[in-house]
C-alpha cells in the first residue's frame, strides 16, 4: 500500500514533537557520512530507523539521542547494504537517472528490515524486492516525491535539509511500519524470507464475561 500524502502528513506531525532532537540527527549523519568516508552512514541511518521505529512503537515516549548508537549492533549488515545500495544505485544513475529512482524505490525497505527485523543484507534486500516489485512504479514514483521534497528543502540556502530530511526519512518508516508491520507485531501479508527471525505472536483476547 502507498499512502504518499498520509505518510509525509504523519511525518510532519511526529517531525515536530522532537524537532530538535532530529535536526540533531541529521546533522550527525551529515558530518559522520563526510568524516568517515560514508562508512558511518548505514549503521546510523539504522540507529536513526531505530528511534523512529521506537517512537511509533510508543507514541507517548520521547526520542533519546543515544538510541542512534543501536544502529552499530547491525553494523556489519547495514554497512554491507549501505555499500550495494551506493553501487546499485550508481548504476540506475549511469543508465539512467529513472533507474536509480526505481532502484531506490526497490530497495527502500532495506534499512528498516536490518534494524528492526534484524535481518542480514541479503534477506533484507529480496524481502524489500519482494514487497516493492509489483507496484514498482508506485513506489518510484513516492521516491521520485520524497526527492523533491528534500530537493526544495535543499534549495532554501541548504537548511530546509534539516528538516524535509526527518520528515522523509519518517514517511520511509510510516511505510514499512504499514507494509511490513513493527517486530513483535503481526506482520502483514509479505514474505520475509530466510534470516528473519520470528515475530511474536499476537496476545490472545481476553476471554468474554459471561
Not at 504523519?10 to 546533522?27: I, P, R, S, T, Y
Not at 568517515?36 to 510508543?58: A, E, F, N, T, V
Not at 550495494?84 to 543508465?95: D, E, P
Not at 499476537?202 to 468474554?208: E, I
Request: aromatic share 12%; hydrophobic share 55%; proline share 6%.
Amino acid at each position: 500500500m502507498i499512502r504518499t500524502g498520509e505518510w509525509l502528513s504523519e511525518g510532519w506531525e511526529l517531525f515536530k514533537q522532537d524537532w530538535l532532537m532530529h535536526v540533531v540527527v541529521m546533522l550527525i549523519l551529515g558530518v559522520a557520512n563526510s568524516a568517515s568516508g560514508g562508512i558511518l552512514y548505514g549503521p546510523l541511518l539504522c540507529g536513526y530507523y531505530y528511534m523512529i521505529l521506537k517512537k511509533l512503537q510508543d507514541p507517548t515516549s520521547s526520542i533519546e539521542l543515544g538510541d542512534i548508537g543501536k544502529g552499530f549492533e547491525v553494523f556489519v549488515n547495514a554497512l554491507v547494504a549501505w555499500l550495494l545500495i551506493s553501487v546499485f544505485t550508481s548504476v540506475g544513475l549511469i543508465a539512467c537517472l529513472v533507474g536509480a529512482i526505481v532502484v531506490s524505490a526497490l530497495l527502500i525497505f532495506v534499512f528498516p528490515l536490518v534494524m528492526d527485523r534484524r535481518m542480514d543484507f541479503w534477506p533484507a534486500f529480496e524481502a524489500s524486492f519482494n514487497k516493492t516489485k509489483e507496484n514498482w512504479l508506485g513506489w518510484s514514483v513516492f521516491m521520485l516525491l520524497i526527492g523533491l521534497v528534500n530537493l526544495a528543502g535543499a534549495i532554501v540556502c541548504g537548511v530546509g535539509i534539516l528538516v524535509t530530511g526527518p520528515v522523509t526519512f519518517i514517511a520511509m518508516a510510516l511505510a514499512y511500519r504499514d507494509n511490513f508491520g513493527l517486530a513483535g507485531e503481526q506482520v502483514l501479508d509479505v514474505d520475509l524470507g530466510a534470516g528473519a527471525p520470528p515475530t511474536a505472536p499476537m496476545p490472545p483476547a481476553p476471554p468474554t464475561p459471561q
